[in-house]
């Protein structure tokens, strides 16, 4: 693609150790863009692959003219390699799509159908999760229903980063300064009018996940942290309420010394109580050093990527 022409379409394609896949992925891909007959780009970024990653894209750039390959100097994470994506995308719409085949290309055509019906969000909604383990998806479904539930945006169930949002929406999503880009949560708190499609999520076609449990909890709490404050805002009601008990409880001891004398019984109910308010006090701490940590990373103003090389520098520079 011409540097100077903007493409109607650009797929981002964030990669990280995706060797095995790309050229099967880049031929499916161009095999559809094709058939669409509209311009396009396909703008691969690669999150600092510890593989032949970068060689295999930097070989399809010289077959391919409308690859463009961005490099970023190490694995910053899908998010940032996201924003990275959609800040260089040039398109008129702009489609994220994972480099496994998970995500069926053939989906584009419907994308591209919804988009020139006029809408600006084309979403793909799986309807079917039987590709994934058994504890992927009760955690995903939980975490879905808890977000929802205590944040002001909605993300919409088992819907991914995989559909077409429109140039109005990429723009408005680069108004978001925010570093730490939870991008589900991103794409919801922009709005617009949206269309969803359905489709059935395959296996990975090579490689493994880079998702395990621990990056998935983490990916979670970013998640809920990023779009809301009810965390933070529970102690304040967990606090009365135990208050509220206490001083119950405190008045009704108090009448009883009074009417029945005193007496010492109750060492194991106390012990109890005081392990109880430790655990609570700290998991209340605990909550509230989740939000200062993200508040100090935020203050920071760190940039959320850096890019180490772009394709579209050395064709430039050969002209
Ligand atoms: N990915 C990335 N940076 C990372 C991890 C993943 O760019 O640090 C890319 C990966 O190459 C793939 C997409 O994000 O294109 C989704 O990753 P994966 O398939 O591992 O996640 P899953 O489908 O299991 O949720
Ligand atoms: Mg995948």
Not at 54 to 77: A, C, H, M, Q, Y
Not at 114 to 142: C, F, H, M, P
Not at 235 to 242: A, E, H, P, S, V
């Amino acid at each position: 693609m011409d540097s100077h022409n903007k493409p109607s379409i650009s797929i981002i394609c964030p990669c990280y150790n995706e060797q095995e896949v790309l050229s099967t992925f880049t031929d499916k891909i161009t095999e559809i863009l094709q058939s669409t007959g509209l311009s396009y780009e396909l703008l691969f970024v690669n999150d600092g692959s510890k593989d032949n990653t970068l060689e295999v894209l930097n070989d399809l750039t010289e077959k391919t003219p409308s690859v463009r390959v961005i490099n970023l100097s190490r694995n910053f994470g899908k998010e940032a390699a996201l924003t990275a994506g959609l800040d260089l995308a040039k398109g008129e719409a702009i489609i994220p799509i994972d480099a496994d085949l998970q995500d069926p290309p053939e989906l584009i055509h419907d994308f591209i159908r919804e988009w020139q019906k006029g809408y600006d969000v084309v979403v793909a909604k799986r309807i079917d999760r039987s590709s994934d383990t058994w504890a992927k998806k009760v955690t995903a479904n939980l975490f879905y229903k808890f977000h929802n539930k205590i944040a002001k945006i909605e993300i919409p169930d088992n819907v991914g980063d995989f559909r077409l949002i429109s140039r109005r929406v990429v723009d408005a999503i680069q108004l978001l300064p925010e570093n730490q880009r939870f991008m589900k949560g991103i794409f919801s708190w922009v709005g617009f009018k949206t269309s969803v499609v359905e489709y059935v999520r395959q296996p990975r076609a090579a490689g493994e996940t880079s998702f395990n449990g621990w990056r998935l909890w983490n990916f979670a709490l970013e998640g809920i942290t990023s779009f809301s404050t009810a965390p933070l805002r529970i102690w304040l009601y967990l606090g009365i309420f135990f208050s509220g008990i206490a001083f119950l409880y405190g008045s009704a001891i108090i009448l009883k010394t009074l009417f029945f004398g005193v007496d010492l019984p109750g060492y194991a109910s106390m012990i109890t109580v005081i392990l109880f308010f430790g655990g609570i006090q700290l998991i209340g701490l605990g909550v509230m050093g989740e939000y200062i940590g993200r508040l100090y990373m935020e203050s920071k103003r760190r940039p959320v990527y850096i890019i180490e090389s772009d394709s579209a520098d050395k064709q430039g520079e050969a002209q």
